[in-house]
């Protein structure tokens, strides 16, 4: 889609969430996806796909490059034209996220062990940060500063991924049990 239309591949995976309502992750991440699906099934939520860029002393800063489907988006879709690196001009989306309280999950594997690592938090408003590497004035990526429920030492000794999927309210409990089913160990 870059090539054809200058449309980064997030647009378009955006569109099939919104438009089909099919899971898509933005980059090759199978157990994120895995992950996903997991969500959406048991929540029926979209289980937004973010990564870590920020891990502060009582918080971390989540977010996305361009990819925030409209089902957690606050307000309308909002995109601008900007320029990373050397890709090139492309769409990006700036879209605020949805505030709120809730659920960080990710699956991995090692072997044929898999592993779920589920945290609870509240979701707020980020402060101004940028991304290095964006054509200046950079753009305010979407994201959130989500306050754990945990301390950040016991999360950060536990992450699985940079990419986590979100999903709003608690729900640990329909993981933890969706995991014993399936002889998943939840940390």
Request: charged share 20%; proline share 6%; hydrophobic share 40%.
């Amino acid at each position: 889609m870059k090539k054809l239309m200058n449309f980064p591949p997030a647009m378009i995976l955006m569109m099939l969430a919104d438009e089909d309502s099919v899971c898509t992750i933005p980059e090759n991440d199978t157990l994120g996806a895995v992950t996903q699906l997991m969500v959406r099934y048991l929540t029926s939520q979209i289980g937004a796909y973010m990564e870590f860029y920020e891990f502060m002393e009582d918080r971390i800063l989540l977010g996305v490059p361009d990819y925030v489907p409209s089902e957690i988006v606050d307000g309308p879709v909002r995109v601008t034209t900007t320029s990373f690196g050397s890709f090139g001009e492309g769409i990006l989306n700036i879209s605020k996220v949805r505030t709120g309280n809730v659920t960080l999950s990710r699956l991995s594997s090692k072997g044929d062990k898999y592993t779920m690592h589920i945290v609870t938090g509240k979701a707020v408003e980020p402060r101004s940060w940028e991304e290095a590497g964006w054509k200046p004035p950079a753009p305010q990526l979407p994201s959130l500063e989500v306050i754990l429920d945990v301390s950040i030492e016991d999360f950060a000794e536990k992450v699985l991924s940079q990419h986590y999927i979100i999903s709003y309210g608690d729900n640990t409990e329909a993981l933890k049990d969706l995991c014993r089913i399936l002889n998943i160990e939840v940390i």
